[in-house]
């Protein structure tokens, strides 16, 4: 017997789907955003399946879990192509964005190797 996960009448069967790494985006904190004080990084997972892929934040090569700065997550929206994408966000005082080097988005799902994107702060435009 088969399961099928059901959405909006659309159908997926995750034998013959498979499982798709996800694509992962680091965008950086605005320069409006900054002058206000604050900096929001975002990383966009997109078209990957399962929806139970984790994604985590690793600045400057330390796992932000327990640090202080706040982390969300969006759960999982099908799109039409029967792939999920979803995002997590990273928000920090301005002040400290300045000191960081790098910022890593981790996506990790079960044992598969994890799939990262690292966006370094001193590439970022300053405009």
Do not use: H
Request: with cysteine; aromatic share 8%; charged share 20%.
């Amino acid at each position: 017997m088969c399961s099928f996960e059901c959405y909006l009448f659309l159908c997926v069967d995750p034998f013959k789907m498979g499982d798709v790494r996800p694509t992962l985006t680091v965008l950086a904190p605005s320069s409006k955003e900054l002058e206000q004080g604050n900096a929001t990084l975002t990383c966009l997972a997109n078209k990957g399946f399962p929806s139970d892929w984790s994604l985590s934040w690793i600045v400057d090569g330390r796992r932000c879990s327990g640090i202080g700065w706040e982390v969300s997550r969006s759960p999982g929206a099908l799109q039409t192509d029967r792939l999920y994408s979803w995002s997590s966000t990273l928000m920090l005082p301005a002040d400290q964005w300045e000191k960081v080097g790098s910022v890593t988005c981790e996506a990790t799902r079960g044992s598969d190797t994890p799939l990262s994107e690292t966006l370094r702060r001193d590439q970022c435009s300053q405009s």
